[in-house]
C-alpha cells in the first residue's frame, strides 16, 4: 500500500516540481538570465531524479496505477475527470523525456546565450515538456486532448521563436495547419466514443468497446497520428519546423510533439488489437512514409532537414511496428530514438553554431580534427540511428524489422522498409563524409570552439543514453505481446545486410562523383527526391491558392457583398424606389389643383347623395 | 431581481451627480458592485429550476451566466471607453454612460422576464440605445449606414415574432415561461403552423445572427465605438441564441423537419464566414466575421434540440461573449494608436507592447478553442450532437474547426509577429487600464475552466 502511495505521490511531486518555474514568472520583477539555467534546468534535472523513484518501483514490483483525483464536470450521465494513468508506457516515457529535455535545456543555456529573451524560452520548453507529460499520463481523452494541443500550440510558438524571419511565421502556421488537420480525426474519434461508448476513460473504453466495430474512430485515431506523428500526406510541416531554434528541433523531434501521434496509437491500442483494416491502413502508411522521407533525406543538403527526414522516416518505421500490431516495439522505438535524435540535433547545433550559423553541408568538411567531440558523437547518433549491432537503435529497430519479416502480413510493406532501412545508412553516411572528413570547405575564420561545459555535456550525456538505453529498456520491459523467437539465419541478419548494402552502394556512388566519371551528372532522379517528391509544391500552392480565392471571390464578393445584398436590403430598396417616385409623382405641391379636385369631387358626391 | 435592478438604474442618477474628476473611476467601481453582487445568482437551490422569483422576473441556470455576464461587461464597457470618451464634453461623457447603463437595464429585464411579451419588449427596448451608440457614437460616415441595417433587419424578423406571440397568448391562454414548459404540446400541421413555427423563431436567428442574414452584424460591429462592438458581441447576439432555447421548448413537434434547413446553413455559414475572414483587411471585420461563425455552431446545436445541443450554446454563447469582447478591445488598442482598423497597418507589435501580445495569444488560442478553454467544451459539446444529428456534419464542423485556427493565427501573426512597419514612429506605451480590462475578460475564462458547469445551462 505505501509503495503505491510513494509512487502516485513522486508522480505528482514531479509534476509539481516543474510547475513551479512557471509559478516563478507570475512575480512581476524582472528575472536576470540566470533564472532560465537555476530554475528551470535544475527543475527539470530534480523532476528527473524524482521519477526515477516510480520507475524503479514499476521495475521491482511491476506496479500501474490510474489515479482519479477530481471530477470535473459532468452532462447527464457523462462525466470528465481529471485522471493519471501511471502504467508503464508513462512510467517508463517520464523519465526518458525528462532526462532529454535536461540535456537539450543545458545545451540551450550555451546555444541561446545572446538571445535578449532567453528566459521566454526557457519558459515556452518547460511548458512544451508539461504539455507533453500531461498527454502521456493522461488517462481520458479530454486530458489527452489537453496535452494533444498544447503540444501544437507550444510547438506554434517555439518554430516561430525568430519571427522576424517570414519563414519561421510560415513553418509556425504550417505545423498547426497539418497538426489541426490531425485534430479533426482526434475530434471524431473522441465524438464517437462520446456517442456509442458514452465515456472518455480509457480503462472503460477499452471495456466497452470489445464488441463494436471500431473503424470510424479508428480512422479518425489513425489520421490524428498521421498529422502530430507528420506521416505520409501531412509530413511537410516537420521538415519545415527546423525553422526553430535548434533546441527546439532537438525538443520536438525526439522525446515532444511528433512522438505524441505515435503514442497516442499506442495508448490505445487495445481498441484496434483486433481491427484488421485500421493495422494494415497503419503498415502501409508507415511503410510509405518511411521510405518517401528518406528517399527525400538522401538529397538534402540542410543539415538540419537531413535530421528532420531521418524523424520523420523513424516515425514512420514506429508506424510500421503499431500496423505489425507491436505496440511495445514502437514505444520502444520511441524512447532509444529520443536519445540519438536528440544528440544529432543538439551535435548539428554545436556544428552550426561553430561555423557561423552555416547549415550546408557542402560547405562543411573535415570537422573530425576541429570539433573531436561533436565529431564522435555525430557518429554514435548516426550509429545508433542505422542499427549498429548493440547501440540504442538496434535493439527497437531489428526487433521491427524482425517481427515485420517474420510476418506474413505484407511483402511491399516489408520491402518498403527495407528500402528505407538502406537509405537510413545512406543518408547517416552522408552526413558523416561530408561535415567530417576530408577537408575543410568552410571560411577559415570560423569561431569554432566546443569547450564548454554547457555543450559537450550534454552531448555526452546523451550519447550515452544513446550507446545503453536500448538495452537497458529492452532488458526492462515485459512484452505483452508474443515476440519472435526463431527465424532463419537470412531473416535475423536482413535489417543489418541491407545497411550495409546502403553504405556500399554510397560508398561506390560517393567515389563516382569525386572521379567525375561523368561530366554531366544524371539528375533525374535526384530532382524529386531533392524538391521533395513536387509535394510541397503542389499542395501548398494549389490548396491554399484555391480557398483563399473562393474566399474572395465567392465568399466575399459573390455570396456577402452582392447575393445578399441584392436579395436583402438593396433588393428592397430597388423595388421601393420606382413606387415611391410614381407617388411623388403625383404629389408636385400644386394646392390649387388640389382643392378643385377636392371641390369637384365633395360636389359630385353631395349631388349624388342628394338625387 | 430587483438588489440589481435597481442599483443599476440608480447608476444613471450617479453619473449625473458624480464630481467630473471622479466619473470614470466611481462608475467603473460602481458598476463592478454590481456586477459582484449578481455573483449571487449562482446559488441555486430551487427545485423547480427558477430561482430569484418575484410575479414577473425570474432566473434559472439558463438566464444566470448571461445575466451576469451582462452585469460583468457594464464595467468593462467604461473601462474600455475611457480613453476615446476623455475628449468629449462632461455632459456628452455622462450621456453616454448613461446609455449604456440604460442598455444594461433592458438587458437584464430581457433575461430575466418571465413572461415571452415582456421578453419579446425588452428584446425590442434594447433596439434603441443600441442604434444611438452605433449612429451617435460611430467613428466614419457609414456608420448611419450600419445602424439602418441594424435596426431594419432586426426589426424584419422581430414584427413576424409579434403576430406568432400574440397568436400563442389566443391559443394557449398564457405566455409565461416557467409555465409553457408543462403544457401539452400543441397539434401543429398546416401551413399556417410552419409559418407560425418560423415566425417564433427568425428574429432570433437574425439576431444570432444566422448566416445569410447576417450583413447588418459586420457593419455594425465595425462602425460602432469599442463600448457597442463588445456589447453587441458579448450580450446582444446572445438574445437570439437565448431567445430561441426559451421558445423552441413549445415548437417542439415541428422543428425536427423544419430545422433541416437552418442547421444546414448555419454549418455552411462557418466555412464561408471562416472562408472570409482568410481575407479580411479590417482588424474589426475579421473579429465579427468569426462571431458569425461561433454563432451559427450555437445556433445548430440549440436547433438539434439535445441536452448536449442545449449545454453547448449555454457554454458557446458565454466562452464567445468573452472572447470576442476580449478580441474586441485588442483591436481597439491598436485603432487608438494606429488610428486605423486596417491589420496590415499595424504589424510585429510584439517587439512594442509584448505584454498584449500575451493577452492576443491568449484570446486566439481561445477564439481557436484550445483546449481545456470552456470555447472547446461547447464547440465539442455542439459538434458532438450535430454528429449524432447527420455523421456528415463532420466535415463541415471539422474544416470549421480548421479554418477557425488559421485565421486566427493568422490575425496573431499579423498583427503581432513579423517586422515592424516603418510609418510606426511614435506608439503610445500600453496603459494600465488596458492591461485590467484584459485580465476582467480573461479571470472569468479561466476561472470557469474550473467550475464550468455554472455555464453549464439546464443539464447542470
Same mark, same amino acid.
Given at each position: 500500500?505505501?509503495?503505491?502511495?510513494?509512487?502516485?505521490?513522486?508522480?505528482?511531486?514531479?509534476?509539481?516540481?516543474?510547475?513551479?518555474?512557471?509559478?516563478?514568472?507570475?512575480?512581476?520583477?524582472?528575472?536576470?538570465?540566470?533564472?532560465?539555467?537555476?530554475?528551470?534546468?535544475?527543475?527539470?534535472?530534480?523532476?528527473?531524479?524524482?521519477?526515477?523513484?516510480?520507475?524503479?518501483?514499476?521495475?521491482?514490483?511491476?506496479?500501474?496505477?490510474?489515479?482519479?483525483?477530481?471530477?470535473?464536470?459532468?452532462?447527464?450521465?457523462?462525466?470528465?475527470?481529471?485522471?493519471?494513468?501511471?502504467?508503464?508506457?508513462?512510467?517508463?516515457?517520464?523519465?526518458?523525456?525528462?532526462?532529454?529535455?535536461?540535456?537539450?535545456?543545458?545545451?540551450?543555456?550555451?546555444?541561446?546565450?545572446?538571445?535578449?529573451?532567453?528566459?521566454?524560452?526557457?519558459?515556452?520548453?518547460?511548458?512544451?515538456?508539461?504539455?507533453?507529460?500531461?498527454?502521456?499520463?493522461?488517462?481520458?481523452?479530454?486530458?489527452?486532448?489537453?496535452?494533444?494541443?498544447?503540444?501544437?500550440?507550444?510547438?506554434?510558438?517555439?518554430?516561430?521563436?525568430?519571427?522576424?524571419?517570414?519563414?519561421?511565421?510560415?513553418?509556425?502556421?504550417?505545423?498547426?495547419?497539418?497538426?489541426?488537420?490531425?485534430?479533426?480525426?482526434?475530434?471524431?474519434?473522441?465524438?464517437?466514443?462520446?456517442?456509442?461508448?458514452?465515456?472518455?476513460?480509457?480503462?472503460?473504453?477499452?471495456?466497452?468497446?470489445?464488441?463494436?466495430?471500431?473503424?470510424?474512430?479508428?480512422?479518425?485515431?489513425?489520421?490524428?497520428?498521421?498529422?502530430?506523428?507528420?506521416?505520409?500526406?501531412?509530413?511537410?510541416?516537420?521538415?519545415?519546423?527546423?525553422?526553430?531554434?535548434?533546441?527546439?528541433?532537438?525538443?520536438?523531434?525526439?522525446?515532444?510533439?511528433?512522438?505524441?501521434?505515435?503514442?497516442?496509437?499506442?495508448?490505445?491500442?487495445?481498441?484496434?488489437?483486433?481491427?484488421?483494416?485500421?493495422?494494415?491502413?497503419?503498415?502501409?502508411?508507415?511503410?510509405?512514409?518511411?521510405?518517401?522521407?528518406?528517399?527525400?533525406?538522401?538529397?538534402?543538403?540542410?543539415?538540419?532537414?537531413?535530421?528532420?527526414?531521418?524523424?520523420?522516416?523513424?516515425?514512420?518505421?514506429?508506424?510500421?511496428?503499431?500496423?505489425?500490431?507491436?505496440?511495445?516495439?514502437?514505444?520502444?522505438?520511441?524512447?532509444?530514438?529520443?536519445?540519438?535524435?536528440?544528440?544529432?540535433?543538439?551535435?548539428?547545433?554545436?556544428?552550426?553554431?561553430?561555423?557561423?550559423?552555416?547549415?550546408?553541408?557542402?560547405?562543411?568538411?573535415?570537422?573530425?580534427?576541429?570539433?573531436?567531440?561533436?565529431?564522435?558523437?555525430?557518429?554514435?547518433?548516426?550509429?545508433?540511428?542505422?542499427?549498429?549491432?548493440?547501440?540504442?537503435?538496434?535493439?527497437?529497430?531489428?526487433?521491427?524489422?524482425?517481427?515485420?519479416?517474420?510476418?506474413?502480413?505484407?511483402?511491399?510493406?516489408?520491402?518498403?522498409?527495407?528500402?528505407?532501412?538502406?537509405?537510413?545508412?545512406?543518408?547517416?553516411?552522408?552526413?558523416?563524409?561530408?561535415?567530417?572528413?576530408?577537408?575543410?570547405?568552410?571560411?577559415?575564420?570560423?569561431?569554432?570552439?566546443?569547450?564548454?561545459?554547457?555543450?559537450?555535456?550534454?552531448?555526452?550525456?546523451?550519447?550515452?543514453?544513446?550507446?545503453?538505453?536500448?538495452?537497458?529498456?529492452?532488458?526492462?520491459?515485459?512484452?505483452?505481446?508474443?515476440?519472435?523467437?526463431?527465424?532463419?539465419?537470412?531473416?535475423?541478419?536482413?535489417?543489418?545486410?541491407?545497411?550495409?548494402?546502403?553504405?556500399?552502394?554510397?560508398?561506390?556512388?560517393?567515389?563516382?562523383?569525386?572521379?567525375?566519371?561523368?561530366?554531366?551528372?544524371?539528375?533525374?532522379?535526384?530532382?524529386?527526391?531533392?524538391?521533395?517528391?513536387?509535394?510541397?509544391?503542389?499542395?501548398?500552392?494549389?490548396?491554399?491558392?484555391?480557398?483563399?480565392?473562393?474566399?474572395?471571390?465567392?465568399?466575399?464578393?459573390?455570396?456577402?457583398?452582392?447575393?445578399?445584398?441584392?436579395?436583402?436590403?438593396?433588393?428592397?430598396?430597388?423595388?421601393?424606389?420606382?413606387?415611391?417616385?410614381?407617388?411623388?409623382?403625383?404629389?408636385?405641391?400644386?394646392?390649387?389643383?388640389?382643392?378643385?379636385?377636392?371641390?369637384?369631387?365633395?360636389?359630385?358626391?353631395?349631388?349624388?347623395?342628394?338625387? | 431581481?430587483?438588489?440589481?435592478?435597481?442599483?443599476?438604474?440608480?447608476?444613471?442618477?450617479?453619473?449625473?451627480?458624480?464630481?467630473?474628476?471622479?466619473?470614470?473611476?466611481?462608475?467603473?467601481?460602481?458598476?463592478?458592485?454590481?456586477?459582484?453582487?449578481?455573483?449571487?445568482?449562482?446559488?441555486?437551490?430551487?427545485?423547480?429550476?427558477?430561482?430569484?422569483?418575484?410575479?414577473?422576473?425570474?432566473?434559472?441556470?439558463?438566464?444566470?451566466?448571461?445575466?451576469?455576464?451582462?452585469?460583468?461587461?457594464?464595467?468593462?464597457?467604461?473601462?474600455?471607453?475611457?480613453?476615446?470618451?476623455?475628449?468629449?464634453?462632461?455632459?456628452?461623457?455622462?450621456?453616454?454612460?448613461?446609455?449604456?447603463?440604460?442598455?444594461?437595464?433592458?438587458?437584464?429585464?430581457?433575461?430575466?422576464?418571465?413572461?415571452? /411579451? *415582456?421578453?419579446?419588449?425588452?428584446?425590442?427596448? $434594447? %433596439?434603441?440605445?443600441?442604434? @444611438? &451608440?452605433?449612429?451617435? +457614437? #460611430?467613428?466614419?460616415?457609414?456608420?448611419?449606414?450600419?445602424?439602418?441595417?441594424?435596426?431594419?433587419?432586426?426589426?424584419?424578423?422581430?414584427?413576424?415574432?409579434?403576430?406568432?406571440?400574440?397568436?400563442?397568448?389566443?391559443?394557449?391562454?398564457?405566455?409565461?415561461?416557467?409555465?409553457?414548459?408543462?403544457?401539452?404540446?400543441?397539434?401543429?400541421?398546416?401551413?399556417?403552423?410552419?409559418?407560425?413555427?418560423?415566425?417564433?423563431?427568425?428574429?432570433?436567428?437574425?439576431?444570432?445572427?444566422?448566416?445569410?442574414?447576417?450583413?447588418?452584424?459586420?457593419?455594425?460591429?465595425?462602425?460602432?465605438?469599442?463600448?457597442?462592438?463588445?456589447?453587441?458581441?458579448?450580450?446582444?447576439?446572445?438574445?437570439?441564441?437565448?431567445?430561441?432555447?426559451?421558445? /423552441? *421548448?413549445?415548437?417542439?413537434?415541428?422543428?425536427? $423537419? %423544419?430545422?433541416?434547413?437552418? @442547421? &444546414?446553413?448555419?454549418? +455552411? #455559414?462557418?466555412?464561408?464566414?471562416?472562408?472570409?475572414?482568410?481575407?479580411?483587411?479590417?482588424?474589426?471585420?475579421?473579429?465579427?466575421?468569426?462571431?458569425?461563425?461561433?454563432?451559427?455552431?450555437?445556433?445548430?446545436?440549440?436547433?438539434?434540440?439535445?441536452?448536449?445541443?442545449?449545454?453547448?450554446?449555454?457554454?458557446?454563447?458565454?466562452?464567445?461573449?468573452?472572447?470576442?469582447?476580449?478580441?474586441?478591445?485588442?483591436?481597439?488598442?491598436?485603432?487608438?494608436?494606429?488610428?486605423?482598423?486596417?491589420?496590415?497597418?499595424?504589424?510585429?507589435?510584439?517587439?512594442?507592447?509584448?505584454?498584449?501580445?500575451?493577452?492576443?495569444?491568449?484570446?486566439?488560442?481561445?477564439?481557436?478553442?484550445?483546449?481545456?478553454?470552456?470555447?472547446?467544451?461547447?464547440?465539442?459539446?455542439?459538434?458532438?450532437?450535430?454528429?449524432?444529428?447527420?455523421?456528415?456534419?463532420?466535415?463541415?464542423?471539422?474544416? #470549421?474547426?480548421?479554418?477557425?485556427?488559421?485565421?486566427?493565427?493568422?490575425?496573431?501573426?499579423?498583427?503581432?509577429?513579423?517586422?515592424?512597419?516603418?510609418?510606426?514612429?511614435?506608439?503610445?506605451?500600453?496603459?494600465?487600464?488596458?492591461?485590467?480590462?484584459?485580465?476582467?475578460?480573461?479571470?472569468?475564462?479561466?476561472?470557469?475552466?474550473?467550475?464550468?458547469?455554472?455555464?453549464?445551462?439546464?443539464?447542470?
Amino acid at each position: 500500500m505505501y509503495t503505491t502511495l510513494i509512487f502516485n505521490s513522486t508522480l505528482m511531486t514531479m509534476f509539481i516540481i516543474l510547475t513551479a518555474p512557471i509559478l516563478t514568472t507570475l512575480n512581476p520583477m524582472k528575472f536576470d538570465k540566470k533564472w532560465a539555467e537555476l530554475w528551470v534546468k535544475t527543475a527539470v534535472q530534480l523532476a528527473f531524479f524524482t521519477s526515477l523513484i516510480p520507475l524503479f518501483i514499476y521495475l521491482d514490483q511491476g506496479i500501474e496505477t490510474i489515479t482519479t483525483n477530481w471530477q470535473w464536470m459532468n452532462t447527464n450521465t457523462f462525466n470528465i475527470n481529471i485522471s493519471f494513468k501511471f502504467d508503464q508506457y508513462s512510467i517508463v516515457f517520464i523519465p526518458i523525456a525528462l532526462y532529454v529535455t535536461w540535456s537539450i535545456l543545458e545545451f540551450a543555456n550555451w546555444y541561446m546565450h545572446q538571445d535578449p529573451k532567453m528566459n521566454q524560452f526557457f519558459k515556452y520548453l518547460l511548458l512544451f515538456l508539461i504539455t507533453m507529460m500531461i498527454l502521456v499520463t493522461a488517462n481520458n481523452m479530454f486530458q489527452l486532448f489537453i496535452g494533444w494541443e498544447g503540444v501544437g500550440i507550444m510547438s506554434f510558438l517555439l518554430i516561430g521563436w525568430w519571427h522576424g524571419r517570414t519563414n519561421a511565421n510560415t513553418a509556425a502556421l504550417q505545423a498547426v495547419i497539418y497538426n489541426r488537420v490531425g485534430d479533426i480525426g482526434l475530434t471524431l474519434s473522441m465524438i464517437w466514443f462520446a456517442i456509442n461508448l458514452n465515456t472518455w476513460e480509457m480503462q472503460q473504453m477499452f471495456i466497452m468497446s470489445n464488441n463494436i466495430d471500431m473503424t470510424i474512430p479508428l480512422l479518425g485515431l489513425t489520421l490524428a497520428a498521421t498529422g502530430k506523428s507528420a506521416q505520409f500526406g501531412l509530413h511537410p510541416w516537420l521538415p519545415a519546423a527546423m525553422e526553430g531554434p535548434t533546441p527546439v528541433s532537438a525538443l520536438l523531434h525526439s522525446s515532444t510533439m511528433v512522438v505524441a501521434g505515435i503514442f497516442l496509437l499506442i495508448r490505445l491500442h487495445p481498441l484496434m488489437d483486433n481491427n484488421k483494416l485500421i493495422l494494415t491502413t497503419c503498415l502501409c502508411l508507415g511503410a510509405l512514409t518511411t521510405l518517401f522521407t528518406a528517399a527525400c533525406a538522401l538529397t538534402q543538403n540542410d543539415i538540419k532537414k537531413i535530421i528532420a527526414f531521418s524523424t520523420s522516416s523513424q516515425l514512420g518505421l514506429m508506424m510500421v511496428a503499431i500496423g505489425l500490431n507491436q505496440p511495445q516495439l514502437a514505444f520502444l522505438h520511441i524512447c532509444t530514438h529520443a536519445f540519438f535524435k536528440a544528440m544529432l540535433f543538439l551535435c548539428s547545433g554545436s556544428i552550426i553554431h561553430s561555423l557561423n550559423d552555416e547549415q550546408d553541408i557542402r560547405k562543411m568538411g573535415g570537422l573530425h580534427n576541429m570539433l573531436p567531440t561533436t565529431s564522435s558523437c555525430t557518429m554514435i547518433g548516426s550509429m545508433a540511428l542505422t542499427g549498429m549491432p548493440f547501440l540504442a537503435g538496434f535493439f527497437s529497430k531489428d526487433a521491427i524489422i524482425e517481427s515485420l519479416n517474420s510476418s506474413h502480413l505484407n511483402a511491399w510493406a516489408l520491402i518498403t522498409t527495407l528500402m528505407a532501412t538502406s537509405f537510413t545508412a545512406v543518408y547517416s553516411l552522408r552526413i558523416i563524409y561530408l561535415v567530417m572528413m576530408n577537408y575543410p570547405r568552410f571560411q577559415s575564420l570560423s569561431p569554432i570552439n566546443e569547450n564548454d561545459t554547457k555543450t559537450h555535456n550534454p552531448i555526452k550525456r546523451l550519447a550515452w543514453g544513446s550507446v545503453i538505453a536500448g538495452m537497458m529498456i529492452f532488458l526492462n520491459i515485459l512484452p505483452t505481446k508474443s515476440q519472435t523467437m526463431t527465424m532463419p539465419i537470412h531473416m535475423k541478419t536482413a535489417a543489418i545486410m541491407v545497411t550495409i548494402l546502403g553504405i556500399l552502394t554510397a560508398m561506390e556512388l560517393t567515389k563516382l562523383t569525386s572521379t567525375q566519371l561523368k561530366i554531366i551528372p544524371n539528375i533525374n532522379l535526384h530532382n524529386p527526391s531533392n524538391m521533395l517528391g513536387y509535394f510541397p509544391n503542389i499542395i501548398h500552392r494549389l490548396l491554399p491558392q484555391t480557398n483563399l480565392y473562393l474566399g474572395q471571390k465567392m465568399a466575399t464578393h459573390l455570396t456577402d457583398q452582392t447575393w445578399f445584398e441584392k436579395i436583402g436590403p438593396k433588393g428592397i430598396l430597388a423595388l421601393q424606389i420606382p413606387t415611391t417616385k410614381m407617388i411623388n409623382n403625383s404629389q408636385q405641391g400644386l394646392i390649387k389643383t388640389y382643392l378643385t379636385m377636392f371641390f369637384l369631387t365633395t360636389v359630385l358626391f353631395t349631388t349624388m347623395t342628394m338625387i | 431581481m430587483l438588489k440589481i435592478l435597481m442599483p443599476t438604474t440608480m447608476l444613471i442618477l450617479t453619473t449625473w451627480l458624480t464630481k467630473p474628476a471622479w466619473l470614470w473611476s466611481t462608475m467603473t467601481a460602481n458598476s463592478l458592485l454590481v456586477a459582484t453582487i449578481s455573483l449571487t445568482w449562482l446559488k441555486w437551490d430551487s427545485e423547480s429550476g427558477w430561482n430569484s422569483l418575484n410575479s414577473s422576473m425570474a432566473t434559472d441556470p439558463l438566464s444566470t451566466p448571461l445575466l451576469i455576464l451582462t452585469c460583468w461587461l457594464l464595467p468593462l464597457m467604461i473601462l474600455a471607453s475611457q480613453n476615446h470618451m476623455s475628449m468629449e464634453p462632461l455632459n456628452r461623457q455622462r450621456s453616454f454612460i448613461s446609455l449604456l447603463i440604460s442598455l444594461q437595464t433592458f438587458l437584464i429585464m430581457a433575461f430575466s422576464a418571465t413572461e415571452i /411579451i *415582456m421578453f419579446y419588449i425588452m428584446f425590442e427596448a $434594447t %433596439l434603441i440605445p443600441t442604434l @444611438i &451608440i452605433i449612429t451617435r +457614437w #460611430g467613428n466614419q460616415t457609414e456608420r448611419l449606414n450600419a445602424g439602418t441595417y441594424f435596426l431594419f433587419y432586426t426589426l424584419m424578423g422581430s414584427l413576424p415574432l409579434l403576430i406568432a406571440l400574440l397568436m400563442t397568448q389566443n391559443n394557449l391562454g398564457t405566455l409565461s415561461m416557467p409555465l409553457i414548459q408543462h403544457l401539452h404540446q400543441m397539434k401543429l400541421h398546416t401551413h399556417g403552423d410552419m409559418m407560425w413555427w418560423t415566425a417564433c423563431l427568425l428574429a432570433f436567428l437574425v439576431k444570432m445572427p444566422l448566416y445569410g442574414v447576417h450583413l447588418w452584424l459586420p457593419k455594425a460591429h465595425v462602425e460602432a465605438p469599442i463600448a457597442g462592438s463588445m456589447v453587441l458581441a458579448a450580450v446582444l447576439l446572445k438574445l437570439g441564441g437565448y431567445g430561441m432555447m426559451r421558445l /423552441i *421548448m413549445m415548437l417542439t413537434p415541428m422543428t425536427k $423537419t %423544419l430545422a433541416y434547413p437552418f @442547421i &444546414i446553413l448555419a454549418l +455552411w #455559414g462557418i466555412i464561408m464566414t471562416g472562408s472570409i475572414c482568410l481575407r479580411q483587411t479590417d482588424l474589426k471585420s475579421l473579429i465579427a466575421y468569426s462571431s458569425v461563425g461561433h454563432m451559427g455552431l450555437v445556433a445548430a446545436g440549440i436547433l438539434t434540440q439535445t441536452p448536449w445541443g442545449f449545454t453547448g450554446a449555454t457554454v458557446l454563447m458565454i466562452a464567445h461573449g468573452l472572447t470576442s469582447s476580449a478580441l474586441f478591445c485588442l483591436a481597439n488598442t491598436n485603432y487608438e494608436r494606429t488610428h486605423s482598423r486596417t491589420m496590415i497597418l499595424a504589424r510585429g507589435m510584439q517587439v512594442i507592447l509584448p505584454l498584449m501580445t500575451f493577452w492576443w495569444l491568449m484570446m486566439n488560442l481561445a477564439n481557436l478553442a484550445l483546449p481545456p478553454s470552456t470555447n472547446l467544451m461547447g464547440e465539442l459539446l455542439i459538434i458532438t450532437t450535430t454528429f449524432n444529428w447527420s455523421n456528415w456534419t463532420l466535415t463541415m464542423t471539422g474544416l #470549421g474547426m480548421l479554418i477557425t485556427a488559421i485565421y486566427s493565427l493568422h490575425m496573431f501573426l499579423t498583427t503581432q509577429r513579423g517586422l515592424t512597419t516603418n510609418h510606426i514612429i511614435s506608439i503610445e506605451p500600453s496603459h494600465t487600464r488596458e492591461h485590467l480590462l484584459m485580465t476582467m475578460h480573461a479571470l472569468p475564462m479561466l476561472l470557469l475552466i474550473l467550475k464550468p458547469e455554472l455555464i453549464w445551462g439546464w443539464s447542470y
